[in-house]
């Protein structure tokens, strides 16, 4: 509870980087940059998921779903973060703090079961290649896209279980399978198959324990703001690199889609 003006204020004073006013321009531009790439990374990613048709698998369908959750994380928390730099008043009412609060909670919920729902799939596609297209089929992906979304929103409880349980379950089994492959070779071409997809998680989870595990000084707390903003801001905008777009098959659909619009202009 602020007072404001001399009446009564309901809300919360967002001080961020306030005590540093020399940081915010900076700051300002930086993350605005990063944030422009991040909604051209995802946008490509999905866009050529749905024009390319040897793109319309079951990892690029979990990938488009990916991108267009990276796209709403972003875009619930760094616009007003943008305007919050750049203006005076740095206030938030509590109606506004509670829905952005739990729209990035359930988004931030829904990307750590989409990520164990992706570790399945490459799980199915290592582990179980003859039976991949059988197991992995259209309904089965959308009914696992739709729950990652429902319960990410709907239940933060299930939604912890999930998170503990779920990713190195899956992780544990694709280890063992990689490992029992007599040649090098394939043990390469393996751990390639699912290696984005751990870098991703890495930098997911590793960056918000890293943040949340640190003592409480204020160094330490200045230190995990600019930590908070790297798994906020920065992760989003390298998963489309990390995932896709060192990806031979997606970068020649950009290739197609280039050449499809200049031949058609």
């Known amino acids: 509870m602020e007072q404001k003006n001399g009446s009564s204020f309901t809300g919360f004073i967002l001080l961020g980087f306030s005590d540093r006013p ?9 993350l605005l940059i990063f944030y422009l790439f991040t909604l051209l990374g995802n946008t490509t990613i999905i866009a050529l998921s749905h024009l390319d048709p040897h793109l319309q698998t079951p990892m690029y369908f979990f990938l488009s779903n990916l991108s267009f959750l990276d796209l709403c994380y972003t875009t619930s928390t760094v616009p007003q973060l943008l305007v919050h730099l750049r203006r005076a008043d740095k206030s938030i009412s509590f109606g506004g703090c509670i829905v952005q609060l739990f729209v990035a909670l359930g988004l931030g919920g829904t990307e750590c079961i989409l990520l164990g729902v992706m570790a399945f799939d490459r799980y199915a596609a290592i582990c179980r290649p003859l039976h991949y297209t059988v197991v992995m089929h259209p ?3 959308a009914l696992m896209a739709s729950a990652s979304w429902v319960i990410g929103f709907a239940n933060s409880s299930l939604e912890t279980v999930l998170t503990f349980l779920l990713p190195f379950f899956s992780y544990g089994w694709i280890v063992r ?11 390469r071409k393996a751990f390639g198959t699912c290696g984005s997809h751990i870098t991703v998680v890495s930098l997911f989870y590793g960056s918000a324990i890293y943040a949340y595990l640190q003592p409480s000084n204020n160094y330490s707390q200045d230190h995990g703001k600019f930590v908070s903003l790297f798994y ?3 992760t989003p905008m390298v998963n489309p690199v990390i995932y896709t777009l060192r990806n031979k098959d997606v970068t020649g659909a950009m290739k197609k889609v280039l050449c499809r619009g200049h031949d058609s202009s």
């Open 177 to 187: 399978a990689v490992l029992r492959l007599k040649s090098s070779a394939g043990q």
């Open 139 to 141: 309904r089965l992906c």
């Open 22 to 30: 020399q940081l915010e321009l900076v700051l300002f531009v930086v």
């Open 232 to 234: 906020t801001i920065v």
